[in-house]
């Protein structure tokens, strides 16, 4: 039975289960249980290779010795070793006083947020069964079908409703981690991590162009950082780097990056290269704004997310970063955020992606940004991606493609106007007060008629009318109590 086979029959056993109410919990439920086989499959490959390993896990909670035994515990002794046990052992190792491995604190931070969600210990024990007789992450090409049923899982969670923020189309990541071309020793941070598909390109990518010994592996894996907020992707997220081969993937965290004050991130904090997808259109909880400095304070995430990216870059760092059309035309902070993005930053390249590149998640229209800190900005090239020939629109049945980018990836290192690229001078961007919303002079003005997309722009005009809303709600309290 294929991978994907088992993890749709996996899921149909889950829907039997009373506890598990739609697919984002089904995807939460499936996941910690194929961590803890991935980490025992790992740490079968760390014993042939080190004689002295020992587990951080208490022996009678390792994967092998409760789980994947057909035969093993079942029914109502199931749950109770799984709730009672299992869980708070997990949630609470080091607690004993003992000194906390880093790959101990991993396990420990995966479980914390994660929850068992099945009520069924004769349902529970099937979906062990078919994850033991399914998956084993030691055969080189049942690794690489692991990849693909993770990314099918990926997939999945997008089409859960909103939990599709957590998800980059891959070819849009392969472009971005291509085109900034992060060397072996540079950090490379994404501060909004979801699900870890920007780091696990950038990994891949480092692996392919410059890991040749044992010693520049050790450097690759202590060279990127990921930082998510909400406990499934970050679950998802320590899960796509065990199976991308990062041994201890401590240095994905579970926070929220907004959450600290921006003057505390110290020179000693700063990163060579950031790729990421801000999620857009959300608002963070109040306080959150205060952790900015005045001229920048907005409660919009994907905003906040382009002064923090700004702040963390060495200078001579580079960033790529995806950010909806209204950020490019936004006035106000948007407008200063812009500003303070050309006059320390070049600004030197804009991808403008067509409509439907996330569906089905959303139809608003995205940008690709790509950033040099450090010197200002002269001229910005934008670059119109076309949609392939016979296309108008993408879908789940033909959805975006790496072959796409080749015509940018060729004209990128040797710029000239085409139809789908132009310049624009520093002063008229200055002239027009930072929008960056320009449009191709070599095709007439184009109305949209399409509904979906319609409606997208609508749903992106109320979210700013509501964070103007909230900004003048603040003002006004702020002025009332003087």
């Known amino acids: 039975m294929s991978i994907t086979t088992a993890i749709k029959s996996i899921q149909d056993i889950m829907r039997k289960d009373v506890g598990v109410d739609g697919d984002a919990q089904r995807i939460g439920q499936l996941v910690w249980m194929l961590f803890l086989k991935v980490f025992d499959d790992r740490e079968t490959e760390w014993e042939l290779f080190d004689d002295d ?243 920048f304070r907005t409660r919009e995430t994907a905003d906040l997310f382009m002064v923090l990216i700004m702040h963390l870059l060495k200078s001579g760092g580079r960033a790529a970063v995806v950010l909806p059309d209204g950020f490019l035309f936004g006035e106000g902070i948007k407008s200063r955020i812009k500003e303070k993005l050309l006059t320390e930053c070049n600004l030197h390249t804009v991808v403008r992606l067509p409509n439907g590149v996330f569906n089905p998640y959303t139809g608003i229209k995205t940008n690709l940004l790509f950033f040099t800190k450090g010197e200002p900005t002269r001229e910005v090239w934008f670059y119109e991606h076309p949609y392939p020939a016979g296309v108008k629109n993408y879908s789940k049945t033909r959805p975006m493609r790496i072959e796409e980018f080749a015509t940018e990836e060729a004209w990128w290192g040797d710029r000239q106007e085409t139809p789908q690229a132009w310049k624009v001078g520093i002063d008229e961007i200055r002239a027009r007060h930072w929008n960056l919303d320009c449009k191709n002079p070599h095709v007439g003005e184009q109305v949209s008629h399409d509904p979906d997309e319609l409606l997208a722009e609508y749903r992106q005009m109320q979210a700013e009318i509501a964070a103007l809303q909230g900004q003048l709600k603040a003002a006004l309290a702020e002025a009332l109590e003087r």
């Open 53 to 295: 390993y020992r587990s951080p896990l208490p022996e009678s909670y390792r994967w092998r010795n409760w789980a994947a035994d057909a035969e093993g515990m079942t029914g109502d002794e199931l749950m109770s070793f799984v709730d009672n046990e299992l869980f708070p052992t997990l949630q609470s190792l080091g607690d004993d006083g003992g000194e906390l491995r880093p790959v101990a604190r991993v396990i420990r931070g995966v479980f914390e947020d994660a929850y068992n969600y099945m009520k069924s210990g004769q349902l529970l024990r099937q979906v062990l069964n078919k994850i033991q007789e399914s998956v084993d992450f030691n055969k080189a090409q049942e690794r690489h079908a692991f990849g693909d049923m993770y990314e099918q899982l990926l997939r999945d969670l997008q089409n859960a409703g909103n939990a599709g923020e957590f998800y980059t189309p891959r070819p849009v990541t392969e472009f971005m981690v291509r085109m900034v071309d992060p060397q072996l020793h540079e950090k490379v941070m994404d501060p909004a991590c979801g699900t870890g598909g920007f780091l696990t390109c950038t990994i891949e990518h480092k692996r392919r162009r410059h890991v040749k010994t044992p010693e520049d592996e050790a450097v690759l894996q202590a060279s990127v950082f990921g930082v998510e907020k909400k406990p499934l992707p970050h679950l998802l997220a320590t899960t796509n780097m065990i199976l991308h081969g990062i041994e201890v993937p401590s240095q994905i965290r579970h926070d929220n990056t907004l959450a600290r004050p921006l003057i505390s991130w110290g020179p000693g904090e700063r990163v060579d290269c950031i790729v990421a997808n801000p999620p857009f259109g959300g608002m963070e909880e109040d306080g959150i704004e205060g952790n900015f400095p005045a001229a």
